[in-house]
C-alpha cells in the first residue's frame, strides 16, 4: 500500500482524487468521511478492511488510456465479458489496445442459460462471434462467478497461459467482474500477502493487486462504461429488473403479422410481415411482456407508459432517450437472435423468414446475430 497521507483531496490509499458525487466512480467517499485527518477511497477501504474490491466505472476515453499503459508492459489480458449481454459487453479492437499481450476471454453468467445447453456448441458461438467483433483470443473460458460455476477451469488456464507475466483483469461494468474477483479473493488468494494498490501504467487510476496461491498476483481494472447497453441508462431500482437472477425460463409468443409485444416500457417489438410463427424471448423475470396489436400500440404506449408499461415508472422513463426504431429481416432459413443490448435476446427460428421492427432508447445496440441456443 502506499504511504498514507492525506494530500490536496487525494486518496491516502491509492492516490485518486477523492470525490463524493458518484459512488460507482473512482474516488468515490461519503462526504461525511471528508473530514477525518486521513482519508481512503471507498475502493481503497473496502480493500483495506473488508479484503474486497467493487466496481467503480470510468469512460471510454480512461479506459482506452487504461489499455495503452498495459501495451507497455508484458502481460496476460483476461476480458470478462457477460454471456446475456455478450455484444454489448465485449471490447471490440482490445487486442488492437493492448499490443501485442494475449487475451483470455471468460465468459460469465452461464448459470442463466437453460440446463442441458451444449457448452462444447456454446464455446464455438463465442469463439465466432469473439472473431466476428475483432477479437483474437487465446482461449475462452465459460463459468459464473456467482454460482460458482467452471471456476477451476478459469484457475487452469491462468496456470496455463501466465506464464512469468502479469495478469489485467478487464470487462465492462455489471459483467460481474467484482463477483469473480472476490471469489479469486476468496478460494485462491494467498491471504498471507495482503491485497495492495499501484498506479495503472501510464495513468492516475488505482491498480488492486490480488496475490494468488500460485505467487503471482491478477490486477483488477475499473469497467468501462458502455453506453449502448440498456443496463447503463436505466437507474439502479430498474437495474435489478433488467438483470437476470437465475436460469431464464424462455417465453415463446405465437404472433400474427400486425402484432406488437412490449416489453416493460424499455422495448417494443412488432411483427411487420411473415408467417404465423413462435418467437421465445429471453429476458429477465422482472421485465413483464405485454401483448398489443399493432395498429395500437402508440396509443397503448402514450397512454399507458410507466404504468401499465413498466418499469421504468413514469419519472424514470422521462430520463431516458426518446425511443429510435430498428428495421429487421430475418431471411427464410436464418437462425437468428434480435438481439437488445443490456434487455436480452428474442430467438428467431427462421422457418418462413420476418420483418421486424425493434424500438429502444436511441443509442442501445440493437442487431440481428447467429442464433445463441
Ligand atoms: P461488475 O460491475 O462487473 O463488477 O459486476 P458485479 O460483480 O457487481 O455484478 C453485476 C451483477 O451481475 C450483479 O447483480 C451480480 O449479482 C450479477 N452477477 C455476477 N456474476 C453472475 C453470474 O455468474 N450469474 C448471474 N446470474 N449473475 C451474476
Not at 485527518?37 to 477501504?45: G, P, S, T
Request: one cysteine or more; aromatic letters at 6%.
Amino acid at each position: 500500500m502506499t504511504k498514507l497521507q492525506h494530500k490536496e483531496g487525494r486518496c491516502a490509499g491509492c492516490g485518486v482524487q477523492l470525490q463524493s458525487e458518484a459512488k460507482e466512480k473512482p474516488g468515490y467517499i461519503p462526504a461525511s468521511s471528508l473530514e477525518k485527518e486521513i482519508v481512503v477511497c471507498q475502493r481503497c477501504f473496502r480493500i483495506k478492511n473488508y479484503n474486497e474490491a467493487s466496481s467503480v466505472a470510468i469512460d471510454q476515453d480512461d479506459f482506452l488510456r487504461l489499455l495503452g499503459g498495459i501495451a507497455a508492459t508484458d502481460s496476460l489480458v483476461v476480458h470478462i465479458v457477460d454471456l446475456f449481454d455478450f455484444e454489448g459487453s465485449i471490447i471490440s479492437g482490445l487486442q488492437r489496445f493492448v499490443g501485442s499481450n494475449p487475451v483470455l476471454l471468460v465468459v460469465n453468467k452461464i448459470d442463466l442459460l437453460p440446463r442441458g445447453t451444449n457448452y462444447n456448441r456454446l464455446r464455438n458461438w463465442v469463439q465466432k462471434q469473439a472473431k466476428a467483433a475483432g477479437l483474437r483470443t487465446l482461449d475462452v473460458v465459460l463459468c459464473s462467478a456467482k454460482r460458482n460455476i467452471g471456476f477451476e477451469r478459469v484457475i487452469e488456464a491462468l496456470a496455463q497461459h501466465r506464464g512469468q507475466r502479469d495478469v489485467y483483469v478487464v470487462g465492462a461494468t455489471n459483467v460481474g467482474k467484482s463477483t469473480l474477483i472476490n471469489r479469486l479473493i476468496r478460494d485462491y488468494s494467498d491471504l498471507e500477502r495482503e491485497l495492495t494498490t499501484s498506479r495503472y501504467p501510464g495513468t492516475t487510476l488505482d491498480a488492486v493487486h490480488i496475490p494468488l496461491d500460485d505467487g503471482h498476483d491478477i490486477i483488477d481494472t475499473p469497467g468501462i462504461v458502455y453506453t449502448h447497453r440498456m443496463t447503463e441508462l436505466v437507474p439502479r431500482s430498474v437495474l435489478q429488473a433488467l438483470l437476470p437472477e437465475k436460469e431464464i425460463k424462455p417465453l415463446v409468443y405465437q404472433l400474427n403479422a400486425g402484432q406488437t409485444l412490449f416489453i416493460g416500457a424499455l422495448a417494443r417489438f412488432d411483427f411487420i410481415e411473415g408467417e404465423r410463427q413462435s418467437f421465445t424471448f429471453y429476458i429477465s423475470s422482472g421485465m413483464p411482456v405485454h401483448r398489443t396489436k399493432l395498429e395500437r400500440a402508440d396509443e397503448l404506449y402514450a397512454d399507458h407508459k410507466g404504468e401499465l408499461l413498466a418499469p421504468p415508472n413514469r419519472e424514470q422513463l422521462a430520463e431516458l432517450p426518446e425511443w429510435t426504431r430498428h428495421r429487421l429481416t430475418v431471411r427464410r432459413g436464418d437462425e437468428v437472435d434480435v438481439f437488445i443490448s443490456g434487455l436480452g435476446w428474442i430467438h428467431v427460428n427462421g422457418q418462413t423468414g420476418a420483418l421486424i421492427d425493434v424500438h429502444a432508447p436511441k443509442g442501445v445496440r440493437v442487431l440481428l446475430r447467429d442464433a445463441l441456443i
